[in-house]
């Protein structure tokens, strides 16, 4: 299985500012993915996070918003932005593991926003 | 889209017995079907997962179902421990043309308790 890593593991935000999650994979992977698990909540696709290209957003998940990077195979970030406290959320980081077949999650990104 | 429906919300039992939840999906070409766990407080736990060509997978205590005339996949665990306590997550992908694994529609969840 993959061993996939995410800075920061929580952090307390003001409304308005920005954060910044890094996901990183200790193998290349194709395929990348930001979901999010709203308190209590199951868990929603926000985007697939594309390798040299623009990241492809879910219904009701825009770049401006959700904007993400790809810079190589194993690494992407997903930036909050303008945060309200509707986003205090957990944020997780998902590969697919092409070799096996299977998909793993992140430890995940506690936000909470006041 | 797809959509993914999965019942009970709470399941409650007494250790040892078995324990089976159900999932509903609507999209009739989804072909993967994984199960996570989730304990309080972790990320989601790949447990098993089955895929459109077989109609059954075992793993010691879980197994998977699967009746994709209905789209219907169900869980089932066996001689449940108190350690089976958390909540439970179906989910569903298709792939479309190779590019669309990892794009998983979830079901709301069920909480587990398994009392001692």
């Known amino acids: 299985s993959a061993v996939i890593s995410q800075k920061p593991s929580r952090d307390i935000c003001q409304r308005g500012t920005s954060l910044t999650i890094q996901c990183q994979v200790d193998?290349?992977?194709?395929?990348m993915f930001w979901y999010r698990q709203q308190p209590g909540q199951s868990l929603t696709l926000i985007a697939t996070a594309n390798q040299g290209s623009e990241a492809t957003y879910e219904s009701g998940f825009v770049i401006d918003k959700f904007p993400i990077s790809r810079p190589n195979l194993t690494f992407s970030t997903l930036t909050v932005s303008n945060l309200s406290p509707e986003d205090s959320s957990i944020y997780l980081c998902?590969?697919?593991?092409?070799?096996?077949?299977?998909?793993?999650f992140g430890p995940g990104t506690r936000l909470t926003v006041t | 889209g797809e959509n993914v429906e999965q019942h009970p919300s709470t399941l409650s039992v007494q250790e040892g017995d078995s324990a089976v939840i159900k999932c509903t999906y609507s999209d009739s070409a989804s072909n993967y079907f994984p199960w996570y766990k989730q304990e309080l407080g972790k990320r989601p736990q790949l447990i098993i997962d089955?895929?459109?060509?077989?109609g059954e997978k075992k793993d010691q205590r879980i197994a998977v179902t699967l009746n994709k005339t209905a789209k219907h996949f169900s869980l089932h665990i066996t001689e449940t421990q108190p350690e089976d306590s958390a909540v439970y997550f179906c989910?569903?992908?298709?792939?479309?043309?190779?590019?669309?694994?990892?794009?998983?529609?979830f079901g709301q969840g069920t909480i587990l308790t398994v009392h001692p």
């Open positions: 998902s590969v697919w593991t092409g070799q096996t077949y299977e998909q793993y």
């Open positions: 989910a569903a992908s298709s792939d479309a043309g190779g590019t669309s694994y990892g794009k998983l529609t």
């Open positions: 089955i895929r459109s060509n077989v």
């Open positions: 193998s290349q992977v194709t395929m």
